[in-house]
């Protein structure tokens, strides 16, 4: 039996968030944990879109990177970078969320809802991002209309 994920918020509010990548995944990432007040530092290369005021070592990813993390996410883009974020993070304790491999995740990042009020998450049992995108879109509207 596959048991369903248990939704757990968090205050991340001056926590440091490690996010290793800069693509597509990674800038997505970055934005939801600065709407929760993290302090992230992305490590990587190369960075799609580099936003003020956030850390960015522009290089690559190395072992020791996470040491003083409160969340890791690995996005970086690269399978072998991935695994290694995703092995330090679980050895240091760091909830962790790895791109491209759900069952090296300690955590899930969700699609976020959010109001002024109200937060909810939404992640679905298998990774069918079509369906998280529609019943995001479902709750942001309720949402709204409640608040």
Known sequence: MTYPRFPL????????????????????????????????TVIA?????????????????????????ALAVAAAGERAV?????????????PVSVADDPAACTFYFPAVCLTEELTAGVVSRNGDHALTARAARAVRTTLEELT
């Open 82 to 94: 991935n695994e290694a974020v995703g092995r330090e993070a679980r050895s240091a304790g760091i």
């Open 45 to 69: 290369p190369d960075w799609r879109e580099p936003v003020e005021g956030v850390r960015w070592e522009r290089r690559p990813y190395a072992p020791g990177d996470l040491a003083g993390a």
């Open 9 to 40: 918020f968090v205050d991340l509010e001056g926590a440091r968030a490690v996010v290793v990548g800069g693509g597509t995944v990674a800038c997505r990432r970055i934005q939801v944990l600065l709407r929760f007040g993290a302090y992230v």
